[in-house]
């Protein structure tokens, strides 16, 4: 490896907020408001100094609470963590909150804001004015407790385990046996699993109630008519509409759902089946055992180091500087909260990396596509004002969904062998292409279900089989598990914890197949294009920060048609290896 061009980052000196101050409660915060508030902004200059120094508050309110959120999810059963965060949210946030939205009042009667330079404050200025709109006093304790109550969802998730061959596992842990080459052991896991999961099934279907009725609440006394349209407002969805998500649900469903369709088909052509089953759809199709890329985490990190050294020395420092900091937390356990996350920290500008790693080819592409995410705060790190770092997902999911399928080209570093390296690559695509029909899936039901709040839990189950019918594989037989089938969706945590916050997957992934191809294309200039639009954070309207990476932001089934064919030829490629 070459020799670093990075240093380790250290928080860059306070100027407004003091060196020393930590927030354990509202009083120490408070005077830092009031100084902002009751501050005169009488020129241009002392305007700029009013934004740099509120900018510096925020990357310092934003990094405590997320700070409190990693220990949080890191252990589930610290009931120290727990109440930190509760503090914040139930206490902290909901006084701040109404005077943050002075501060916004403040800055949208400056005489001086249209003085301001449009390239660095005109989306910050677009996003303070949403902001404005949507606010409502009332709904400030409301939001705090919406935030404790979605956080039961990984309380309930976190305790989830099960017993198999002896020992105690999480469901992330027990899921590995899905590749099974025993049939019987994968049914036998399968059923675990989903036993497991309807144990909760009634509790996470009460919590979900309480989540939809408060969140339309919340809609209502913003003056909107539904939380979608709230939501939409709130997630500052500028760059397309409700109906650009139904263009997209059609698209999905006429490019996307065949080739899955076809995948299925063909594995079960494979395996000799009659009838093909859920837990038919991880094993290898040729009856061989599941890919094992490393034994312990370390193997992990240090051979995803050398992938991204390979791909982009910049890449590689940008994990090593996260090893170094201790700003990974990989192994699944016991009381961790599921999945994985980047999470920003803005005022050192280090990230951090959860995820719940047990050995599998899918922990490989978990931490390619965090370290995607990593790869991006550091090149946005040097942006001078905090809030243009905060960038929609749309964006940040193209950093990381970009990372998976770039750096394919050199995964002989996790896999030793062609014919091994050709089926995780089998693996990564074939997962690309049965995602959308599922993202597709999540994000329509959850515009019925905040369109419909009053609906019952019998009404919701029972437009989520009418859309599993719509989007799901046709090839699975899913005879005799219609509990299982109909209560599928519980598994996703964003429709408890970040409601609309899933189809920017769907949008990403599709941006991520096409730098991908262009890549295949002009591979140096691709790299140039992606870090240059990683780069601008959120300086920019999405549609020009795709522009920039080289691509187009576009929903048309002409055009998702134009990728799937690529992908389809991609694979045909790989089918022919194996």
Aim: hydrophobic share 35%.
């Amino acid at each position: 490896m070459q020799e670093s061009k990075l240093i380790i980052p250290t928080k860059r000196p306070r100027n407004f907020v003091s060196q020393d101050f930590q927030l354990n409660n509202w009083s120490g915060l408070k005077p830092y408001l009031e100084n902002l508030q009751s501050r005169n902004l009488n020129s241009l200059d002392e305007l700029l100094q009013w934004l740099k120094d509120r900018s510096e508050l925020e990357a310092v309110l934003a990094e405590e609470v997320r700070w409190r959120y990693i220990r949080m999810t890191t252990d589930t059963e610290n009931k120290d963590y727990t109440a930190a965060y509760r503090a914040f949210v139930q206490d902290i946030e909901p006084k701040a909150t109404p005077v943050f939205n002075l501060l916004d009042k403040k800055l949208a009667a400056c005489q001086y804001i249209h003085k301001l330079p449009e390239d660095e404050y005109l989306i910050y200025l677009r996003n303070v004015k949403n902001r404005l709109k949507i606010f409502r006093e009332e709904n400030i304790q409301l939001i705090a407790s919406l935030k404790v109550k979605a956080n039961e969802f990984a309380r309930i998730s976190g305790k989830m385990t099960v017993e198999f061959k002896g020992k105690t596992l999480t469901l992330q842990q027990v899921s590995n046996y899905l590749k099974s080459t025993d049939r019987a052991e994968r049914e036998h896991v399968f059923h675990l699993i989903s036993d497991r999961r309807l144990q909760d099934s009634d509790a996470l279907n009460n919590l979900f109630d309480e989540l939809i009725k408060d969140r339309n609440q919340l809609a209502l006394n913003a003056g909107e008519t539904n939380y979608r349209d709230y939501k939409f407002k709130d997630l500052g969805r500028f760059d397309y509409t409700v109906e650009d998500c139904f263009a997209f649900h059609h698209s999905i469903q006429k490019a996307f759902r065949p080739l899955a369709d076809a995948i299925s088909q063909r594995r079960k052509e494979l395996m000799r089946l009659d009838s093909y089953r859920p837990w038919d759809g991880a094993v290898d199709p040729f009856g061989r055992k599941a890919l094992k890329p490393f034994n312990d985490t370390k193997i992990l990190i240090d051979k995803t180091i050398s992938c991204f050294n390979k791909l982009d020395p910049f890449f590689a420092e940008c994990l090593n500087i996260l090893q170094e900091m201790g700003h990974l937390d990989l192994e699944s356990r016991i009381g961790k909260a599921p999945g994985g996350y980047n999470s920003t920290l803005p005022e050192i500008g280090v990230p951090f990396i959860f995820m719940n790693a047990s050995g599998s080819s899918r922990d490989v592409r978990t931490l390619l596509h965090e370290g995607g995410h990593a790869v991006h705060s550091f090149l946005m790190r040097n942006i001078p004002f905090v809030p243009n770092r905060n960038i929609p997902s749309e964006v940040a999911e193209l950093a990381s969904m970009s990372m998976e399928l770039l750096s394919m080209t050199y995964w002989d570093t996790f896999y030793d062998n062609e014919k091994d390296l050709n089926r995780a690559k089998i693996e990564q695509l074939e997962g690309v292409v049965n995602i959308f029909p599922w993202i597709a899936r999540i994000d329509k039901f959850q515009h019925w279900i905040y369109t419909h709040p009053n609906h019952t839990q019998n009404d919701r189950r029972a437009y989520w089989l009418e859309l599993t019918d719509a989007f799901g594989d046709h090839v699975v037989d899913w005879s005799g598990l219609e509990n299982e089938k109909a209560n599928s969706w519980q598994k996703q945590l964003h429709l408890f914890e970040v409601p609309f916050y899933y189809i920017e997957y769907g949008i990403s992934q599709l941006g991520a197949i096409a730098i991908w191809k262009s890549y295949k294309e002009q591979p140096e200039e691709t790299i140039k294009r992606y870090k240059e639009a990683l780069s601008l954070g959120y300086t920019k309207p999405i549609s020009k920060i795709y522009e920039t990476a080289g691509i187009a932001f576009d929903f048309s089934e002409s055009y998702i048609k134009s990728l799937v064919s690529f992908v389809e030829n991609e694979l045909k490629t790989l089918y022919g290896s194996v």
